[in-house]
Each structure stands twice: as C-alpha cells, then as structure tokens.
C-alpha cells in the first residue's frame, strides 16, 4: 500500500535542522567534557572534577537513572546480607554482647530495606544522600558493638567496620564526594570511640585507627577511579551515539533532498515514478481502483513571458501549495513532474472520489487568486487543467500505461477550454 508523503518537507526539514543543531550542541558539549577529562590533574585542576557541565550533568542522571537504582538495590540487599553474617564473628569477637549485636544489625537492616524500596522514585541528590546515610549507620552500628564489649578480642571487631567501610567506597559505590562524606564520619567516629574506650591501649587504638583510616584513603582512590571511568566511559559512548544519530539524520535529510523538488517542496518524479510503481506492483494493493492525475497550469509560458521567470516560479510553487491544500488529509502522493506539470496519485478511490478530489485541486488553485493578465481567454487568474486516468491494479495495468492515458486526458481538457477536469473513460473501463 502507498504510505502518506509529506507534501511539502520545508516544515520538516526546519524540524530536523533544530534537532540537528540540538545534537551538534550536545556533542561540542562532550567533546569539551573528554578533552578536560583527558587532561593531567596536575597541569589543569579541572580535570579532577567529577561533575560535568550543567547540560551534560542532565543528560547524564537521566541517562543512567534506572542503571543507578538498579545497582543501588543491588547492593545495598549484597550489603544487608554481608552486615547480618557479621553475626557470626559476633559470637567470637563480641560473646559478651552477641544476642544485644543481633538485635542491633536486624533493626539497622530493617531501616535500611525502606528506603531501597522507593530508590528509584527518588530524586539524584536525594537517593545519593540516602545511600550515604544508610552506609553511614551500618558501619557506625559496627564499630559501636565492637566498642560496647568488653571481651578479649573486642578490638578485632572494629576490623568488620573498616571492612564495611572499603565496601561502601568500592562496592557500593558511593559516589566520589559522598564517599569522602562517608569516610570522614566512619572514621572520626570510629576514631573517637577507641579513643574513649579505656579498655583499649593506646598503642592498639592508634593501630586501628591508623589501618582504618588507609583502608578509607585506598577505598577513597578506587572510588575515585571508578566514578571517573564511568564518567568518561559515558561521554565516550554518548559521543558515539550521537554521532550515529547525527549521521542517520543526515542521511534522512539527503535522502529527503533527494527525493524532494527544490523550487516546490512535493516529491520529485524520480521519487514519485519509484514510488507509484511500486504500489502498482504491491500484491497487497490487487484489484484495489487506482486514479492518476495530470495537473497542467495554463497558458503557463505566457505567464513566464509577461512576469518573468522569478515570478513564473512563485506561481509553481503557489500552485503547489494549493495542491497540497487540497489534498491534506487524503493517502496520497503528489509531485511536480516537471516544468509546470503535476501529478498526483490516488490509491483505493472510486473514479466518483477521484473526480471530487480533482475538482477540489482545481478550486483550491482558482482561490490563490493569482492574477495572470497574458492569458488567451478573458480569466485573468492562474488556473490549472487536469487529466484524470482511473482504472484497477492487476490485469497488467502499468504507470506508463496511467501516464499516456492521463496525459491523453489532459489534452483533452485544454482543448475543451483549460480550468477543468476530464477523465480518459476508456482507460476508466479498461
């Protein structure tokens, strides 16, 4: 079946050439993220930055959004069942408070589920906040059973802590300044519960709170890395895909060139011959009624020799618009067929729908009003003739065939005095 073409593409290449022009800007936006982010922190301190541009920083959190929350929930729920098999060591490390500990980490892990049920319908800044707090109070939690005892190897335990720690930063992760918010809590906090803990020396608290805070410092440079790779991994691909959707949009646009007239904007002949014989030949349009139309403007050389070629072609593509006028809202493809003639294919229609639609092409021409002083007959107005063969799919019926015979018709029509419709009946009954 013949698709609805665009009678005239002007609105939709001004269409493209915006949204071609939104990527162009996209892309010159990324290109400027990958060289800041190709450079040397050292020669250039922007370059340490993880946040891009505004515009960018957009794309980007409604790009990865859903990934994010899916990995959120992923390993916050790895996390909870990592923070509930501490227990385990509690018995050991933490006999003393070991049922107390239990207690503690199930109501932690309860308040932690909440918020990873309604992650993805948080806002970015919200969720990361959250996802920090919720790191925050399960490594805290930690430390503070392991301060609470009084057993042996109490001190050991603040080893999970540092663990869970190491894991929010890499595991997680974090992101890069959350985590540095996150490690700066855990580790004062941690910090000053072993200072205050007169159970522990002096030189096993300095200890442990000198491992805890490298373990911080390398979990912190893996953060780093890893946000900064994901940025440039993102720019790299976003680059790409704009490229190819700029690329497709280009190709759209030569194509449409291609297949468009540049003076009237309707399809081309080449197109419009391509397209209406492939229709002809659809086995899915057999037997269907199919009417071409042959439009003529009238005493049209008189018109170009008294106003002059400039405003000979203002009228075609007047003519044109009072075409597509006519014809909106209908499956069809119309076309300027060269000089000043149009045509005009019509699928599905009975030869009492086609001479309808002719005679509206005619009118809607004859209401432009155009004035044209030179012409033989005493009109005065630009008009059109038109020729109008009919006839149905199958049966060897050919576009050769529906042009001779409409262009038969169209003669027929300047003969009978232009400004009209005439039909070729023989082809209409063939």
Known sequence: MLHSQDLRLSDSHELASAAEGGQLSAALLIDDEIVRYGMEWRTDGSAAILKFAPEIEQRFEADTRVERSRELRLTIAFGIGFYLLTGVTDFVLVPDVGASAQGIKALVAALIVIPVLFVARLPPRVREIIATFVAILAITSLATIANSSSAPLAPFSFVTAALALIYANTTFPLQFRYAVVCSAACCGVMSLELYLNSEIGTALSCMLAFQTLVGGTFSLITSYRIERSTRLSYL???????RLQMLAAERERLTALSNTDELTGLVNRRHFDRESAAALSSSTNAGKD?????IDVDHFKRYNDHYGHHAGDGCLRAVASAISE??????????????????ILLLDVTQAESQMIADRVCRSVSARSLQHLNRKDSLNLVTISVGVACGSIGGGITLDGLIESADIALYAAKRGGRNRVQFNLAQAAA
């Open 326 to 343: 006519a014809l909106r809202g209908t499956d069809t493809m119309a076309a300027r067929y060269g000089g000043e003639e149009f045509a």
């Open 236 to 242: 790299l691909s976003s680059r790409e895909g704009l």
């Open 290 to 294: 199919v009417a071409l139309l042959f």
